[in-house]
C-alpha cells in the first residue's frame, strides 16, 4: 500500500516525467520494492523454524516470528499504514487544489471519489486493526482473561476482514455509476423499460367511437 500510495503520489505531481517512464522503472517501484517486506517475513520464518524444528505449531504469529519479532512486526505495519495516510492526505489536498483550479474534470472527480472510498475503508480498517494489536502487545489486556483477551483478538481479526470485503458494497452505495452499472448488469434497468412499455401500450382491438361533428348551415333570409 505504500509503494502504491507513492506510485500516486508520483503520477499526480509531476505527470509528464512519470508519463515517459519505461516499464521497468514500474516493475522496479512497485515490485521490487514491495517484496522486501514480504521476503523478510519468510526469512525470519524459516529462520526461526530451522532454530527448533521438532517443536509443535498452531501457525500463530508469535510463534512463527517469536513474540518480539511479532510486537516489531506490528510496529512495521502501523507505520507503514501511517505513512500510507500521509500520502493519500497530500493527494486529497491536491486533488482540492486542481478542483479550486479548474484543472478537475467531472470524470475524475468521480474517480478519486471511488477511490478515496476504497481507500479510506482499507487504511483506516487497518489503522484500528494494528492499533489495537499494538495495544494488546503492550499488555494493555493482560488483566483480562485469557478467554476474554481470544474474543477481543477474535473480534479485531473479524473487524480487519470486514475491512477488505466491505470496500465493493460500500461503492455501489455511494456511487451512482456503479448502481447504474450493476443494474444494467443484472438487467434491472430492462425490465423496469419493458413493463412501462406494457402499461403504456395502445391496444389495437379496442373500437373507438367515432364523434359525428355536422356543423349546422346558416339559413337563408
Known amino acids: 500500500m505504500v509503494m502504491i500510495a507513492i506510485d500516486r503520489i508520483l503520477s499526480m505531481f509531476f505527470p509528464i516525467w512519470y508519463s515517459v517512464r519505461k516499464n521497468s522503472f514500474h516493475f522496479r517501484l512497485m515490485y521490487g520494492i514491495s517484496t522486501i517486506f514480504p521476503l523478510t517475513f519468510i526469512a525470519l520464518v524459516i529462520l526461526n523454524v530451522i532454530k527448533d524444528p521438532n517443536r509443535q505449531s498452531m501457525c500463530y504469529l508469535e510463534e512463527l516470528i517469536t513474540l518480539q519479532g511479532q510486537t516489531k512486526f506490528h510496529n512495521a505495519c502501523l507505520a507503514f499504514n501511517l505513512i500510507t495516510l500521509a500520502c493519500y492526505i497530500v493527494m486529497i489536498f491536491k486533488i482540492k487544489w486542481d478542483i479550486n483550479k479548474g484543472k478537475m474534470n467531472t470524470v475524475k472527480v468521480a474517480l478519486f471519489k ?85 402499461n403504456n401500450k395502445i391496444l389495437p382491438n379496442k373500437q373507438i367511437n367515432p364523434i359525428n361533428f355536422n356543423p349546422k348551415i346558416p339559413k337563408k333570409f
Open 114 to 198: 471511488s477511490l478515496s472510498i476504497i481507500m479510506g475503508i482499507q487504511i483506516g480498517g487497518w489503522l484500528f486493526s494494528l492499533t489495537a494489536y499494538n495495544l494488546v502487545d503492550k499488555g494493555y489486556l493482560n488483566n483480562l482473561s485469557e478467554d476474554k483477551q481470544t474474543l477481543i483478538c477474535t473480534a479485531i481479526n473479524c473487524f480487519s476482514s470486514l475491512t477488505s470485503t466491505c470496500e465493493v458494497p460500500a461503492i455501489f452505495i455511494s456511487s451512482t455509476e456503479h448502481r447504474n452499472a450493476l443494474k444494467k448488469t443484472f438487467g434491472i434497468t430492462n425490465l423496469k423499460y419493458q413493463t412501462k412499455n406494457k
